[in-house]
């Protein structure tokens, strides 16, 4: 149907200009505009060297290298650098796209990617058509008027979520700018009240759980409710109630250093996108009290933990979704110090499962088992999905505070099916966010769970329930053992020393790891501290701490920046 309609969508009348342009809103990446300018791309996790080759001739590795080059988001990363042979690269392949593509051919004809190319020729149509003679100009105008056309019969058929938001969002852009189309501005704006009601909860979350998705979302609500103003309409109740709820809830799930926690799929934002999003939303207040998305929030002077303390998503939404339940993610100034290892769906299918897997996040697992197994699997977006299930679906959580910290205690039944064990956490910060205290248990709650976990034990040969409580560190973060093996020592880039201590009946080592970050080729090596225990009784419980150590100060000027230097070269 996508085929079809892009055939038809070119009988369109055409545009013959712009009734007005929206401010440029998207960020590029300087330095990946510059990499872009030498011929090096690196998209979906494939990189194609290729200097002197038009875009669209670059030998296409997988089918999502190619679905990111037709959404044209790299044309904000030249205009990013913006002299003029980015200038000129933009223009020539943005023409040539019309030229090979416009006839409605090519993978670009779906419905998120023509609103997310759309945005960006809206955006930068100025640039895109300096010095171009009339024919260039006219056919420009004719396929953004066939796109509109086509996104005007198609946005029904993107997926809900992130996909039709991009493809309603495009609608709405597209109808503002270009002459002629002011007739799908309504039933657009109409539309994504009700994809902002029915997506966006009372949390300000979505069904799929994803921080970094969330903010794509909220920044696309902002870019539509501020073209809408600047042509002096009025975005609808609905769409401005979804930004007010999704507001608070993007300032709880950021780190110290601005960063989103890195959950079900999602990274840790690009730099400054979240910023500019909640400035252009013009959404003030302070961060959400209590849960945001299903996330629990715990800051004390200069440190951050986000903890995943609610049931994973369900269905459709868990097709990117991770078995996370109670890991936690620490940020101590400018510098994450425990992560989960992320989602590694541009490092091939291997990495992808891996990611989604308990042992990838700073948690309780049992060896073997995931809190949440992949299972059914189906077709999302054109390509197949494995979703989560048999998931924890009683997850419980309290919060805690004394005079000196403040914390929770939080449970889960993702292991009650196959052992009869309720893993459950509890987590102390302190209240001059120098220390946290933690505990880990796995017990039996009900009598029938005490004949599950016998019969568990019974399989072991009563050798016992194997199991590890993981802290992956980041990947700049220098980790050894201490104290003969007692402690681990964590040095940070900002000379800050942190110390993980235990108790209970736990082997510490600290073993490899990975930091799976979208935009590198490979994952990242680091490490992992690991208490690896053995489940004999009805109630096993291990105690740790992770403290700053007594010579490191409560402030450090913390000037180092990976992404200037990163610019400089």
Not at 417 to 430: E, F, I, P
Request: charged share 25%.
């Amino acid at each position: 149907m996508n085929r079809l309609r892009a055939r038809l969508s070119t009988l369109s009348a055409p545009a013959t200009g712009l009734v007005s342009q929206p401010e440029p809103r998207t960020i590029g990446s300087f330095a990946r505009g510059r990499q872009i300018s030498a011929g090096n791309f690196l998209f979906a996790g494939y990189l194609v060297e290729a200097p002197d080759t038009a875009i669209w001739d670059l030998p296409m590795p997988d089918l999502s290298f190619e679905q990111e080059l037709h959404g044209f988001t790299w044309v904000d990363d030249l205009a990013a650098v913006s002299d003029g042979a980015a200038n000129l690269r933009m223009r020539n392949w943005t023409h040539a796209w019309v030229t090979r593509y416009g006839r409605g051919t090519g993978p670009g004809w779906t419905p998120d990617l023509t609103g997310r190319r759309l945005i960006r020729w809206i955006h930068h149509a100025m640039v895109l058509l300096n010095g171009a003679d009339k024919a260039t100009s006219d056919a420009f105008y004719r396929s953004l008027a066939q796109q509109t056309n086509f996104l005007s019969h198609r946005w029904s058929a993107a997926s809900p979520g992130l996909a039709r938001f991009e493809a309603l969002t495009g609608l709405i852009y597209a109808g503002i700018a270009l002459t002629g189309m002011e007739k799908h501005i309504a039933p657009a704006v109409k539309a994504l009240g009700r994809e902002c009601t029915s997506q966006i909860d009372e949390q300000g979350g979505i069904p799929t759980r994803n921080p970094e998705e969330l903010m794509e979302v909220f920044t696309l609500l902002s870019w539509a409710a501020a073209g809408l103003r600047e042509t002096d309409r009025v975005p609808g109740a609905a769409h401005l109630a979804a930004l007010a709820r999704i507001a608070p809830s993007l300032r709880a799930l950021r780190h110290s250093d601005g960063g989103l926690a890195r959950f079900h799929g999602g990274g840790r934002g690009a730099e400054g996108r979240l910023d500019h999003a909640l400035a252009a939303s013009e959404v003030k207040g302070a961060k959400r009290a209590g849960l945001a998305m299903g996330f629990a929030r715990l800051s004390h002077g200069r440190t951050t933990m986000i903890v995943d303390v609610s049931p994973p998503p369900v269905r459709e939404a868990s097709a990117q979704g991770h078995a996370s339940t109670l890991a936690f993610e620490l940020t101590s100034g400018r510098r994450p110090l425990i992560v989960n290892c992320g989602s590694g769906r541009t490092f091939g299918e291997k990495w992808r499962r891996a990611g989604r897997a308990t042992p990838s996040h700073s948690t309780l697992a049992i060896e073997g088992y995931s809190s949440a197994r992949l299972g059914v699997s189906g077709l999302m977006s054109g390509e197949n999905a494995e979703l989560l299930v048999d998931a924890p679906r009683d997850v419980r959580m309290e919060t805690r505070e004394s005079d000196l910290a403040n914390g929770l205690i939080a449970g889960h039944d993702g292991y009650l099916a196959t052992h009869g064990l309720t893993h459950v956490r509890q987590l102390y910060l302190s209240n001059d966010g120098r220390g946290v205290r933690g505990e880990d248990v796995l017990a039996t709650v009900e009598k029938s769970d005490e004949r599950q976990f016998d019969r568990a034990l019974d399989r072991s040969a009563l050798k016992g329930i194997p199991f590890k409580v993981r802290f992956h560190l980041h990947a700049d973060v220098d980790g050894e053992l201490d104290m003969g093996g007692a402690a681990v020592s964590m040095a940070l880039k900002s000379g800050e020393i942190w110390v993980f201590r235990h108790s209970g009946d736990a082997k510490l080592t600290l073993e490899p790891s990975v930091y799976l970050e979208r935009g590198r080729l490979a994952p990242r090596a680091t490490k992992q501290i690991v208490l690896s225990a053995i489940a004999v009784d009805y109630a096993t419980r291990l105690s740790w701490t992770l403290a700053k150590a007594q010579d490191t100060p409560d402030t450090i000027r913390d000037l180092e920046r990976e992404d200037l230097a990163l610019q400089a070269r």
